[in-house]
């Protein structure tokens, strides 16, 4: 699996492109969309001084059939929208990609982070760019997958450690607290720590090294 920053400047009929452009102080962030069979179904945040006059400009945009403010609070708005189509939904569900969880629009251009296997990254990249979107790759990183490099007693013990706090800053557990929840001894713990800590430090300079 790879860690990816996608810079995509999608075609100019997109709606969201001819709403940022027209908005280009405003700051929007495209959080989900589905397909209902008739429409796409979609919900956006926005970072707006003038909520008004931004739903005026959505409501002149030819591809959107409806929108609803969900909720508006200090120049921050939710707003849910239905539209006709949209090209690159389009293409990254053709690649077979679902749709990021979060991309952020500002005057035309998207930046998405995805996280999906090398060759699926490929294939929405040119599936992007065949679909008249340019497709810049910012930076690409390897993940460390730490539940396939430890064993499953020790991914559930950093699980559990992490979730008790024990490696917070400062710890809201200590190592004989975590042990006693874990019905161990202390030494046993600390075993197990030492050694999935290895495991995880060793993978991730792995990663590195490959990368470079």
Same mark, same amino acid.
């Given at each position: 699996? *790879?860690?990816?920053?996608?810079?995509?400047?999608?075609?100019?009929?997109?709606?969201?492109?001819?709403?940022?452009?027209?908005?280009?102080?405003?700051?929007?962030?495209?959080?989900?969309?589905?397909?209902?069979?008739?429409?796409?179904?979609?919900?956006?945040? *926005?970072?707006?001084?003038?909520?008004?006059?931004? +739903?005026?400009?959505?409501?002149?945009?030819?591809?959107?059939?409806?929108?609803?403010?969900?909720?508006?609070?200090?120049?921050?708005?939710?707003?849910?929208?239905?539209?006709?189509?949209?090209?690159?939904?389009?293409?990254?569900?053709?690649?077979?990609?679902?749709?990021?969880?979060?991309?952020?629009?500002?005057?035309? *251009?998207?930046?998405?982070? *995805?996280?999906?296997?090398?060759?699926?990254?490929?294939?929405?990249?040119?599936?992007?760019?065949?679909?008249?979107?340019?497709?810049?790759?910012?930076?690409?990183?390897?993940?460390?997958?730490?539940?396939?490099?430890?064993?499953?007693?020790?991914?559930?013990?950093?699980?559990?450690?992490?979730?008790?706090?024990?490696?917070?800053?400062?710890?809201? +557990?200590?190592?004989?607290?975590?042990?006693?929840?874990?019905?161990?001894?202390?030494?046993?713990?600390?075993?197990?720590?030492?050694?999935?800590?290895?495991?995880?430090?060793?993978?991730?300079?792995?990663?590195?090294?490959?990368?470079?």
């Amino acid at each position: 699996m *790879v860690k990816a920053q996608l810079w995509i400047d999608p075609p100019s009929e997109e709606w969201f492109v001819q709403l940022s452009t027209a908005r280009p102080e405003d700051d929007f962030t495209l959080q989900t969309v589905y397909d209902d069979e008739t429409q796409l179904v979609g919900i956006f945040e *926005v970072e707006t001084d003038d909520l008004p006059a931004l +739903c005026r400009t959505l409501k002149s945009i030819d591809r959107i059939r409806s929108h609803e403010v969900l909720h508006d609070d200090d120049e921050f708005a939710v707003i849910q929208y239905t539209t006709t189509e949209s090209i690159v939904y389009s293409a990254t569900i053709n690649s077979g990609m679902l749709p990021p969880a979060s991309v952020t629009v500002k005057d035309g *251009v998207m930046l998405a982070e *995805v996280t999906m296997p090398h060759d699926q990254l490929s294939q929405t990249i040119t599936a992007l760019e065949e679909n008249s979107a340019s497709c810049e790759l910012r930076s690409l990183s390897q993940e460390v997958d730490t539940e396939h490099v430890l064993t499953p007693s020790q991914h559930e013990f950093v699980v559990e450690a992490v979730r008790r706090g024990y490696y917070d800053t400062p710890r809201r +557990c200590s190592l004989t607290e975590l042990a006693s929840e874990m019905d161990v001894t202390p030494a046993a713990a600390s075993t197990m720590a030492h050694r999935a800590e290895e495991r995880i430090v060793k993978a991730h300079v792995e990663h590195l090294e490959t990368d470079l």
